[in-house]
């Protein structure tokens, strides 16, 4: 008689156990199907396209006004050392920073052969997006 108790309270604790206790983990088999589906889901939805930060578009539009004075400091001073080097750097900076401005308008990439030419499109269509430096 005393095994009867002893069953009895061993269920009636596994009982309790059961109701206190979370749900059992799920089985590997579905742990995989779920796994398998979160992956599926994350790889096909559409993300959304994050919004241009209006203050990197400042910063952008203030480098660039810095580097087109500089330039033209350049350009404009008679006697400096190393001129046409200077002006090289500064001027592949100026691309550079036209080309990400570009991106950030979504300005489509001219076809301008010459750099000059390219820089002059990339300036006017920026120019016509409001952009100012």
């Known amino acids: 008689m005393a095994w ?3 069953a009895v309270l061993f269920l009636m604790l596994c ?3 059961n109701l206190l206790l979370p749900n059992p983990p799920p089985s590997r088999w579905r742990r995989r199907v779920q796994r398998l589906t979160a992956q599926a889901h994350g790889r096909f939805r559409r993300r959304p396209i994050p919004l241009p930060d209006p203050f990197d578009t400042l910063r952008l539009q203030t480098r660039l006004g810095t580097l087109s004075t500089k330039i033209r400091r350049v350009e404009s001073t008679p006697h400096v050392y190393a001129k046409a080097h200077r002006l090289m750097a500064l001027e592949a900076a100026y691309d550079d920073l036209l080309d ?3 991106r950030l308008a979504g300005v489509p990439d001219p076809d301008a052969k ?3 030419e390219k820089r002059w499109q990339e300036e006017q269509e920026l120019a016509s997006r409001g952009w100012s430096w």
């Open 4 to 6: 009867l108790g002893a």
């Open 15 to 17: 009982a309790l156990l």
């Open 100 to 102: 990400e401005a570009c």
């Open 114 to 116: 010459q750099p000059e």
